[in-house]
């Protein structure tokens, strides 16, 4: 194969020395740039009038140096003048209040473009954590149209360029983690109870009606990351995804993201443990996650699992299955466990189809079943770095040229 016949890999739709965490200098200094590049377009003989905004998020992780850990950050328009900086301004025509993790999730969600995902985020973040973002003032009511054209773009492209928390721990306990993460350590699972709105099961459920009628193998969905913005959130559960980075590292991928539905009598999966190989002593290498999209009660064939069997470093012996207790929750809910625990699937004894969603993350040295190297570069573009990163396109494994390992391409 000659040089130009290398296939065109996707790549980094924002450089990865051009990302920053949320509210810190460099945010700042992204959406100054932002501003001043569209005020320099405008005829300054206009009077566009005043805009304040004042945005504080409490519990901010300690290595950004706010004082107290508070950190509150203003942008004011006035008159063609721009303001952008630490602390607080009189009289703004917003002011917004939150916890600095859980105001990360709308903070780092592209959507200017997708209301719905907009009205989704903020009814998964209420369902979550209750009211999160306090918001007074008059908001945008009485701004000049001309400013409000002005504003316009700022989240999405402060949002495509905002990393997650690297402070792990910190981003555990403020998004109420850390008691899941013992019960992983400990038993080798836990369960997320309710993670998602059963609206949001019943709109993930109808986008499956669409993919299994399509796939004339039957009743699965695979591949799920390429196939609409609500996979592309799933894969990006706040707690999910912090649980996950956890136990595998920041960097974690997404090894496969697939659908099924079970009908009554199916015997799907016998026990086991997951690859790579268990003999791996104490290290987690993928963490597996089922997503209940139906009832997953005593005889709907839910998930079993041997508790504690994590720690045996070894494959299952050969009566795991009498040791096997049986995974129930409520739709909506996610059970979550480490790749060595003994598990599998209890057949289902009831009519009807038990429906699950199967996400896997895996360190991202282990090599993924779904391949996302030729991922629609739109998918990349309409999500912050997260997505990015699960997809493991920031790295350089598997992305080789015939003049070596491709550095620019981290840096384009």
Known sequence: MSRRELPQRTGLPIAISERFEFVS?????????????????????????????VETYTDAPPHLGCPQNVATVHIVVEDGEL?????DVSEPNLRVQGDYNRSLVIGASVYEDLPERRDRIQRELRHRHGNVLEVTGSGFDDVN?????????????????????????????????????????????????NAITE???????????????ENRRGQ??????????????????????AAAQYLLGADCNLGQSIAFRKPKGA?????????PHPHTGELCCNVTTVWALSEFDEDAGPTIV??????????????????????TMAKGSVAMWHG???????????????????????????????????????ILERNSPTLTTLAGIDDLFGKNTYDGIDFRRLAA
Do not use: C
């Open 25 to 53: 200098e460099r945010w700042l200094d992204s959406a100054r740039s932002f501003l001043q590049d569209k005020l320099s377009s405008i005829d300054g003989s206009l009077s566009l009038g005043r805009f304040a905004a």
């Open 83 to 87: 303001d952008i900086g630490y602390g």
């Open 145 to 193: 149209p001309e400013l409000l054209e002005l504003l316009s773009g700022l989240h999405d492209h402060l949002a495509k360029r905002t990393v997650g928390n690297p402070d792990i721990p910190h981003k555990l306990k403020h998004l109420d983690v850390e008691t899941h993460i013992s019960e992983v350590e400990e038993n080798g699972y836990t369960i997320f109870e």
């Open 199 to 213: 609206v949001f099961v019943d709109e993930l459920n109808d986008d499956l009606d669409r993919l299994f009628e």
């Open 220 to 241: 699965v969905a695979a591949m799920l990351l390429s196939r609409g913005p609500r996979w592309e959130e799933v894969a990006m559960h706040p707690q999910i995804h």
């Open 267 to 275: 015997d799907t999966h016998q026990i086991h443990n997951d690859p």
């Open 306 to 327: 041997v508790p504690g069997s994590h720690k045996e470093n070894r494959l299952p012996d050969q009566d795991a299955k009498s040791r096997a207790i049986k995974l």
């Open 340 to 378: 060595s625990l003994w598990h599998g699937a209890a057949i289902r004894e009831r009519d009807g189809e038990r429906t699950s969603l199967h996400n896997t993350y895996l360190r991202n040295w282990v090599r993924t079943w779904d391949n996302y190297l030729e991922i629609d570069p739109a």
